[in-house]
Each structure stands twice: as C-alpha cells, then as structure tokens.
C-alpha cells in the first residue's frame, strides 16, 4: 500500500492539522475526536478557518491508538485512557533520553534498542 502524498506533511510537528485532516489521517471521526478533547487528552491549538485544529504531533499517537482500538474493539473512552497513557510515556522516555544525555559516556546505560 502506498502512502498518501500528504502523509508526508505530518511529520513535521510544528505544523497545524485541522480536525477533518485529523480525522482523515488517524481512521477516527471527527465526532469522536471532539470527545477526547472533552476527555482532555487531545489539545487542541487555535482554530483554523472556523475550524478546531491541533498539531500535527498527535497524528503518530492517534494512529497508535486507533490501530489499537481496531485491533481490540475498544471504546472511545478507553481509547482516551490509552492515548493519555502513550502520551505520558513519550513524555517520560524523552526526559530519560536527555538526562542520559548528561551522563559522561562511559556511565551510560547500553539498551541495546537506543
């Protein structure tokens, strides 16, 4: 399967997605992402044209987590515990990974997978 060419534009996290673009990307209806932001794990930043819109940070973790929510029939609510929780250990594998940073080289933990 090919990528669509706009998937591309996503990557950069700088830039901003509207929610029908949101919508289109992660496999989740707009309605559905509106819930998640009532549920306060999905933020969004100023509107677009009329239009919530966020960064395009959360499309890698809404893909995730629609992926997931396909695979294990779960519902949108526990897709919102789900996505607070990838959410919370990106977070907290990038504090580990600049504070390993600090470490002189020799003292650095070898993860094998870094």
């Not at 996503?10 to 949101?22: G, K």
């Not at 992660?26 to 239009?51: F, H, K, R, T």
């Not at 919102?80 to 020799?106: C, F, K, M, W, Y």
């Amino acid at each position: 399967m090919i990528p669509e060419q706009t998937d591309w534009r996503w990557l950069d996290t700088r830039e901003t997605i509207t929610s029908a673009e949101l919508s289109d990307c992660c496999g989740m209806s707009e309605a559905e992402l509106d819930e998640l932001v009532d549920y306060c794990v999905l933020e969004p930043v100023a509107p677009i044209n009329q239009q919530r819109a966020f960064s395009a940070h959360w499309v890698v973790p809404l893909r995730h987590a629609s992926k997931m929510r396909a695979d294990f029939d779960l519902d949108i609510f526990t897709v919102a515990i789900l996505l607070g929780n990838l959410t919370r250990i990106d977070v907290l594998e990038r504090q580990v990974h600049s504070l390993q940073a600090l470490l002189p080289p020799e003292m650095r933990p070898n993860m094998g997978f870094q």
